[in-house]
């Protein structure tokens, strides 16, 4: 399972990154795409990532890091899912319609996660 934390924590990186530096490309062609998908078919997604993330937390020498991840990834899944549709198409009109400021910083986020989870995997080996 130290392979998908590490594969995660480059995902994450990677993506942050983008966000961070290339702004305008990833709205234009991720967020304008995730506009038209119902968010509920996209739930099966952080269920399944969470559920990963609590499964390769004993890879990790932060465990409890990687868990309270896997339970917020979980929690997000079970939200798109079985909350009240009007009330997800809100959240994700929020999210997507945020300034590129705001997801700059959020890019930044993103790259802090993924360089800990990278780093707690380090730490784990050494």
């Known amino acids: 399972m130290t392979w998908f934390l590490f594969g995660i924590a480059i995902v994450w990186i990677m993506f942050g990154t983008l966000m961070l530096f290339a702004t305008q490309v990833v709205r234009e062609n991720c967020y304008n795409k995730l506009k038209s998908?119902?968010?509920?078919?996209?739930?099966?997604?952080?269920?399944?990532?969470?559920?990963l993330l609590l499964l390769s937390a004993?890879?990790?020498?932060?465990?409890?890091?990687i868990v309270i991840l896997g339970l917020l990834s979980l929690l997000k899944g079970i939200v798109f899912l079985?909350?009240?549709?009007?009330?997800?198409s809100r959240l994700t009109d929020w999210w997507l319609g945020g300034s590129n400021r705001t997801h700059k910083a959020w890019g930044?986020?993103?790259?802090?996660?993924?360089?800990?989870?990278?780093?707690?995997?380090?730490?784990?080996?050494?």
């Open 82 to 88: 079985f909350a009240p549709r009007q009330k997800v």
């Open 58 to 65: 004993s890879s990790s020498s932060q465990v409890t890091f």
């Open 37 to 51: 998908w119902d968010p509920r078919m996209l739930s099966p997604m952080p269920i399944i990532g969470g559920v």
């Open 108 to 126: 930044v986020l993103v790259i802090a996660l993924g360089v800990s989870v990278l780093a707690t995997l380090v730490t784990a080996i050494h």
